[in-house]
């Protein structure tokens, strides 16, 4: 059998494509090969994971600097290559690491009050090689029951998925969620409006930490699956009988009559007879029974892989920070909850104005949160210190949120976190920065 072709391509209905092997129809890869993505640069895995020390410090709230290393409990500044390797080198693990990276977007992204946020500006095999290099530490760093969440625009979902399957192993690939990030958009150029952004789930085994997301059903949902209504409340009637034969009770005969051909009755004709006892049979005209079952007041759907409800910022009583691409905090609660538990670690490389550590704080989960740019360290301690503040006012033309000003509690709600929490810094930044660090120090809650 010519190397490539599978049995069924061969002989089967394609035979008259696959046969023609040589130059006119070269052979495809081998049954089982893995597709790996190929550029200049690719590290391999042990060059990756070969030692990088480099030197951190804690920053207390008067100041002061001390050696120290990443830990749970902490905001990091510094670039997270160097962050996840100084924590590889603790042995600390992970059930969760959630990752929010730039999309190769080639933009530069401001704060709501126009400060300088990040850069965008990695693409192609550049950008891909950055996050791969990353991925690997995560993989290392994840516990045998962790799973992570990659949040990616379109511009890199192929690649981004690629990769994954790569580091991760294609069996670990669990979802690509597709998350709606916006309202409608009235206008575009000539191409579709783009309403939506990506999460590709992955565990490191197939033994991950996995507690059910459940969501309200809508009421048009309720309205066609329990459309009638008595004074029980709403039901819907399903049959009483289900597809196969018995030889015991259910098998046999209930009001005189044998279960339809090929099935045979749900329960045993004592239940039927406490059903119908108790008004939760319903008798059509011809005198056939089906089952009445009435919407729990509890009734929950299992969450599925479209994620409309968790929109960004889109109305003005939303809490916010102002930093951009600031994500849905009711979305990550939902995150670190479905795949973490209390006490569990929880890591964001990515961390920006601190959403997920924000979430895994308030859930009771231990977090770490990384990230290069000073203004995504200063909005996270800003808002695990004193809350978000609701983005009304701004958009109203009001004074926006100064996310550095005093806090001052009559105007801005704001939330209950309990974090007590480190400030981390790479040693070098401190040194470069040491204005900035004590900048950093200054909005530290007092001790
Ligand atoms: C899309 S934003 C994350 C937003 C975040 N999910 C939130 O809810 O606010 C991406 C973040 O990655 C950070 N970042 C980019 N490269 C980084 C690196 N090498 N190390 C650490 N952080 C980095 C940026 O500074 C930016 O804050």
Redesign the pocket.
């Given at each position: 059998m010519a190397v490539g072709h599978n049995k069924s391509e061969l002989e089967g209905d394609s035979a008259t494509l696959a046969s023609r092997v040589g130059d006119l129809s070269p052979l495809l890869p081998l049954a089982g090969t893995v597709a790996t993505i190929e550029y200049p640069g690719k590290l391999s895995r042990e060059r990756i994971l070969q030692k990088v020390s480099v030197p951190f410090v804690s920053v207390d709230p008067a100041g002061t600097v001390r050696d120290d290393s990443v830990r749970a409990n902490s905001l990091v500044w510094s670039?997270?290559?160097f962050a996840l390797h100084n924590l590889l080198a603790s042995g600390k693990k992970a059930t969760l690491i959630y990752l929010?990276?730039?999309y190769a977007t080639g933009l530069d992204f401001q704060s709501r009050d126009q400060e300088h946020?990040?850069n965008d500006a990695l693409s192609d095999a550049g950008y891909i090689e950055f996050i791969r290099r990353r991925l690997i530490l995560m993989l290392e760093l994840l516990s045998d029951q962790g799973s992570i969440y990659v949040h990616i625009g379109h511009q890199m979902l192929g690649e981004m998925k690629l990769i994954l399957d790569e580091v991760f192993g294609a069996k670990n690939f669990r979802n690509i969620i597709t998350r709606r990030k916006c309202s409608s958009k009235n206008f575009t150029k000539h191409q579709y409006a783009n309403l939506n952004d990506y999460i590709l789930f992955y565990s490191k085994s197939d033994s991950y930490t996995w507690n059910q997301p459940m969501e309200n059903p809508d009421p048009d949902w309720i309205a066609k699956e329990y459309p009638k209504v008595d004074s029980k409340g709403q039901y819907k009637l399903v049959p009483v009988h289900a597809p196969g034969t018995r030889r015991g009770e259910t098998g046999g005969l209930w009001r005189g009559e044998m279960p339809p051909a090929g099935k045979h009755w749900q329960y045993t004709p004592t239940r039927l007879d406490e059903f119908d006892a108790k008004g939760e049979i319903h008798w059509s005209k011809n005198g056939n029974p089906r089952r009445k079952v009435y919407l729990p007041a509890d009734k929950g759907l299992a969450l599925t892989d479209y994620w409309d409800k968790y929109r960004d910022a889109h109305h003005q009583s939303i809490l916010i920070t102002g930093?951009p691409?600031?994500?849905n905090f009711e979305m990550m609660k939902m995150i670190v909850a479905a795949s973490s538990n209390p006490g569990d670690l929880v890591i964001d490389?990515?961390?920006?104005?601190?959403?997920?550590v924000h979430a895994a704080d308030v859930l009771g989960r231990e977090w770490i949160g990384?990230?290069?740019?000073l203004l995504?360290v200063k909005t996270a301690i800003k808002r695990l210190t004193l809350g978000r503040n609701p983005m009304g006012d701004f958009v109203k033309g009001e004074t926006p949120p100064d996310l550095f000003s005093e806090f001052k509690a009559s105007t801005v709600q704001h939330e209950t976190v309990s974090a007590e929490f480190s400030l981390l810094v790479d040693h070098e930044i401190s040194k470069l920065h040491p204005a900035e660090v004590s900048g950093l120090a200054g909005l530290l809650p007092k001790p």
């Open positions: 670039d997270n290559w929010d990276p730039p946020a990040y930093y691409t600031e994500k490389p990515f961390s920006g104005s601190g959403s997920t990384i990230d290069q740019s995504a």
